[in-house]
């Protein structure tokens, strides 16, 4: 049975592959010290035109929000997010278990407003309640959905006017970046975030997350909370190799568009056929809204995550395409989909 259930079900981009096998006899020093990984921080450095950035290599998105969240907050601070957001419902309280409180708004699209920043800043006016102190989104959001460049500025202005950090989780950025409706570049995310991580786990690597640290006030120690938080590999080369990989050409951009492609071939179905989604999604993740009986009958045929219960008659479910995911695949499930639906 098809799975399209997550862009992580396959193994690695065969680019990856071959470039683990053709540095497997090497020897490197360790936890991130060596030319693969200098290499890599030195091609994302050129990617996101910010000579200065620091970048840091870690193995998953939880690792990487936990680690980054807690180095850049002091005990009383709290993080702001959308109700929605990784960090807020699927990262097992990893942000509380340190100690940081989550501050959601409510949000169905999965992205967070100016509006949504200023009010829970209002509600929290003095040292009686937790303070917020960073702004988490990420880019593709939980839902599919992306950040306009000007929303983005928008946050980066509220963030100013609020001593705010704006911190953006890009476990799908390439998704995001790739996507037709998208205005927004490696190099604007670096001007407009303190922090934001390139997501190769969702994006045809074998997993790792490169964070870049752009603001100087948040970048001291930055290893020490890897090492704290278990992130930092003794074979750190890992995840330099399959970074030199993604950006050495146009791989990382390459993979992430073919995964659209994918998508957005499904999204035109779903549109011909007149179903809803949770929200627009221009990316690889779409959310059909479909009667409780097609979602049955489809899960006889594919295998997908069944995402939420929208009303007594209808389902929500996630279809999630990859760098990997074959034509032949998109087009038996249009096929089988239409059929279903006559
Ligand atoms: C936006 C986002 N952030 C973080 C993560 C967490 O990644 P991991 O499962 O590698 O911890 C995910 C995983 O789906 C995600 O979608």
Excluded at 162 to 178: E, F, H, I, K, N
Excluded at 215 to 222: R, S, V
Excluded at 281 to 286: A, F, G, I, R, W
Aim: charged share 25%.
């Amino acid at each position: 049975m098809y799975s399209f259930r997550n862009d992580y079900s396959e193994g690695c981009l065969p680019e990856i592959m071959e470039a683990m096998v053709k540095t497997n006899l090497e020897q490197t020093v360790g936890y991130g010290m060596d030319y693969h990984c200098e290499n890599a921080v030195a091609l994302i450095r050129k990617a996101i035109g910010r000579p200065d950035a620091d970048v840091h290599f870690l193995v998953g998105g939880t690792q990487a929000n936990r680690t980054a969240i807690t180095a850049f907050l002091r005990p009383h601070h709290a993080a702001i997010a959308a109700d929605t957001g990784h960090i807020a419902v699927h990262e097992t309280g990893a942000i509380e278990a340190s100690g940081h409180k989550v501050l959601t708004a409510i949000s169905p699209n999965g992205k967070l407003t100016t509006a949504d920043v200023e009010r829970i800043v209002e509600l929290h006016p003095d040292e009686h309640m937790v303070k917020p102190k960073l702004v988490y989104i990420s880019d593709s959001t939980e839902v599919g959905t992306i950040y306009t460049k000007k929303e983005l500025e928008a946050l980066r202005a509220v963030c100013d006017k609020l001593g705010l950090w704006l911190y953006l989780d890009g476990a799908r950025l390439g998704s995001a970046l790739t996507c037709k409706e998208n205005d927004l570049t490696l190099e604007d995310l670096a001007k407009l975030t303190d922090a934001f991580y390139i997501g190769a786990t969702k994006n045809g690597g074998i997993m790792g997350e490169a964070m870049v640290i752009l603001n100087p006030q948040l970048k001291e120690d930055f290893r020490y909370h890897i090492k704290q938080n278990g992130g930092l590999l003794a074979k750190g080369r890992m995840l330099g190799i399959q970074f030199e990989e993604l950006f050495t050409g146009d791989l990382f951009f390459k993979a992430a568009a073919h995964a659209n492609a994918m998508a957005q071939k499904l999204q035109g179905c779903f549109d011909r056929c007149g179903i809803p989604m949770v929200a627009p999604s221009p990316t690889n993740q779409l959310f059909p809204i479909l009667p409780n009986p097609l979602v049955e009958k489809l899960e006889k045929l594919y295998d997908f995550q069944v995402w939420a219960k929208e009303d007594d008659t209808h389902t929500s479910i996630r279809l999630v395409t990859s760098w990997a995911t074959p034509e032949e695949q998109v087009d038996a499930f249009i096929k089988d989909f239409e059929a279903l639906v006559k």
